[in-house]
């Protein structure tokens, strides 16, 4: 029972829970975040539902329904502010706090459910002291929720896995509260669907290697069947007021159907970029809404490996020019980038699906995860050097974390349960690589099992060592 091990190594707990929130309450002292955009952008929808009672923003100065975002986390801040006050994020980040606390002992929760013990008490040690998740604590973004949420319900399915295990029971309990947790998850962040998919994936093919059909179906049956009416309301609400059938949100975060989606821009960025910071140098500059005008790009930016030929370099740079002239890329420029985007996939389709999606993965998950610390991204210049060799410093740190968790996979890959964990990470990166906007946070809803796996391995390279030196 994990009440008996807190209670048997209840020094170990309290040193190591008062770590982890000194760790956290540093973040939020030092480097919060709440200006953010998206920062702005939910907490405008959060006042606009909180104040007049419509979930949405304004929109030409008259309050407009959106659906551009789900509603978990503009509904979190204004339940918030409604007892805080307008604006008042210091709550938000204390809440976050606890949050991020809660994840750690799921985290534990997990491990202890597939290794026992001593690795649980290692996950539980890696978990609280990991700067990549906690630091997200100081951030008004879901990435915090969205994390405890993703752990509750991988906690949940584990533990229907391991019931489903025995015939006479079928651990419906649990597979509720995953159903529920899955929803919150989507509630946040519309890829938590990703964490269904990768259970109906897991549970057809435990089905195939021969185990009991009946338990299986049934706690597929009972997950989706509560994600479903979770979302119902969502759903019919968009359909009432958009007469549209989304159930999520839109991939390209369009407000409503009038609204212009610039998929042909975002087709050409996704045919060369690789590194986040070129989404500060270029992505993030460009406005497809006339209600919000982007920024000058400087076109010494824009890499050579963009340009295939010489022709296309000057037909591209023609088209930044053009942008550049009217700060909004207009259904006409669309279109331009789109035929480019076309050409350059004609002649690297090799590139174009299998090797830039690999790197914009690795981008994600090996980049120092520095984005959210007001520092250089640009870390390759070393201006300033002191910021730069601080990114060196923590993406080693991340590579050999997510190293000793590969270890871990390796070594406990026969554990029960263990394929639904390795199989979201899969599912989720491959996924991932299909954005033309390869931002490191993405990947943080793997990082419970990523604590999971480097705390059990963790834990094991002790063992060896300690029971070495004691023979």
């Known amino acids: 029972m994990i009440s008996t091990l807190i209670f048997q190594h209840r020094r170990f707990f309290v040193c190591t829970l008062l770590t982890g929130i000194l760790l956290r309450s540093a973040?939020?002292?030092?480097?919060?975040?709440?200006?953010?955009?998206?920062?702005?952008?939910?907490?405008?929808?959060?006042?606009?539902?909180?104040?007049?009672?419509?979930?949405?923003?304004?929109?030409?100065?008259?309050?407009?329904?959106?659906?551009s975002r789900l509603p978990g986390y503009p509904i979190f801040l204004a339940a918030v502010f409604r007892?805080?006050?307008?604006?008042?994020?210091?709550?938000?980040?204390?809440?976050?706090l606890?949050?991020?606390?809660?994840?750690?002992?799921?985290?534990?929760?997990?491990t202890f459910e597939l290794f026992g013990e001593?690795?649980?008490?290692?996950?539980?040690?890696?978990?609280?002291?990991?700067?990549?998740?906690?630091?997200?604590?100081?951030?008004?973004?879901?990435?915090?929720?969205?994390?405890?949420?993703?752990?509750?319900?991988?906690?949940?399915?584990?533990?229907?896995?391991?019931?489903?295990?025995?015939?006479?029971?079928?651990?419906?309990?649990?597979?509720?509260?995953?159903?529920?947790?899955?929803?919150?998850?989507?509630?946040?962040?519309?890829?938590?669907i990703l964490l269904l998919m990768t259970l109906w994936i897991m549970l057809s093919w435990t089905m195939l290697r021969g185990h009991p059909t009946l338990h299986l179906l049934l706690a597929s049956a009972v997950t989706t069947m509560v994600?479903?009416?979770?979302?119902?309301?969502?759903?019919?609400?968009?359909?009432?007021?958009?007469?549209?059938?989304?159930?999520?949100?839109?991939?390209?975060?369009?407000?409503?159907?009038?609204?212009?989606?610039?998929?042909?821009?975002?087709?050409?960025?996704k045919t060369w970029p690789v590194e986040f910071a070129l989404l500060y140098d270029i992505y993030w500059k460009v406005s497809s809404?006339?209600?919000?005008?982007?920024?000058?790009?400087?076109?010494?930016?824009?890499?050579?490996?963009?340009?295939?030929?010489?022709?296309?370099?000057?037909?591209?740079?023609?088209?930044?020019?053009?942008?550049n002239k009217t700060l909004l890329l207009t259904p006409k420029l669309d279109a331009?980038?789109?035929?480019?985007?076309?050409?350059?996939?004609?002649?690297?389709?090799?590139?174009?699906?299998?090797?830039?999606?690999?790197?914009?993965?690795?981008?994600m998950w090996f980049r120092p995860r520095t984005e959210q610390l007001e520092i250089e991204q640009h870390w390759w210049r070393f201006k300033p050097r002191g910021e730069s060799l601080f990114s060196i410093g923590y993406a080693l740190l991340n590579v050999l974390l997510v190293i000793i968790a590969i270890v871990g996979m390796v070594r406990f890959r026969h554990v029960p349960g263990v394929g639904l964990l390795i199989g979201y990470v899969i599912i989720r990166s491959a996924f991932l690589g299909t954005l033309a906007n390869p931002e490191p946070r993405y990947v943080l809803e793997c990082f419970p099992v990523i604590l999971t796996f480097a705390g059990a391995q963790c834990y094991a390279i002790w063992q060896k060592g300690f029971f070495t030196r004691t023979q």
């Open 118 to 192: 001593g690795a649980a008490l290692g996950a539980f040690l890696v978990s609280m002291v990991c700067p990549f998740t906690a630091n997200y604590v100081a951030v008004a973004l879901t990435e915090t929720l969205s994390i405890f949420f993703t752990s509750l319900s991988l906690w949940a399915a584990v533990k229907g896995i391991r019931v489903s295990n025995n015939a006479k029971a079928r651990g419906i309990k649990w597979w509720f509260l995953c159903g529920v947790a899955i929803s919150l998850a989507i509630f946040l962040r519309p890829d938590g």
């Open 227 to 269: 994600v479903v009416v979770m979302l119902a309301p969502w759903t019919w609400r968009n359909w009432v007021v958009f007469h549209e059938f989304q159930p999520l949100a839109p991939r390209y975060a369009t407000n409503g159907p009038w609204e212009y989606a610039p998929t042909g821009f975002d087709r050409w960025f």
């Open 27 to 67: 973040f939020i002292a030092y480097f919060p975040t709440i200006e953010d955009y998206d920062t702005a952008y939910y907490a405008e929808i959060g006042r606009t539902w909180l104040h007049y009672g419509i979930y949405g923003h304004h929109y030409q100065g008259i309050v407009t329904p959106t659906y």
């Open 98 to 110: 606890l949050a991020d606390l809660g994840s750690c002992f799921l985290i534990m929760a997990i």
């Open 336 to 363: 331009q980038f789109d035929e480019l985007a076309r050409q350059r996939i004609a002649r690297h389709p090799i590139r174009y699906y299998l090797y830039l999606p690999i790197l914009r993965i690795a981008d």
């Open 289 to 323: 809404q006339p209600t919000e005008k982007g920024e000058v790009i400087d076109l010494h930016a824009i890499p050579p490996w963009v340009f295939d030929t010489r022709s296309e370099r000057q037909q591209t740079l023609q088209l930044f020019k053009q942008l």
């Open 83 to 96: 007892f805080f006050g307008d604006n008042h994020y210091l709550p938000v980040l204390l809440i976050q």
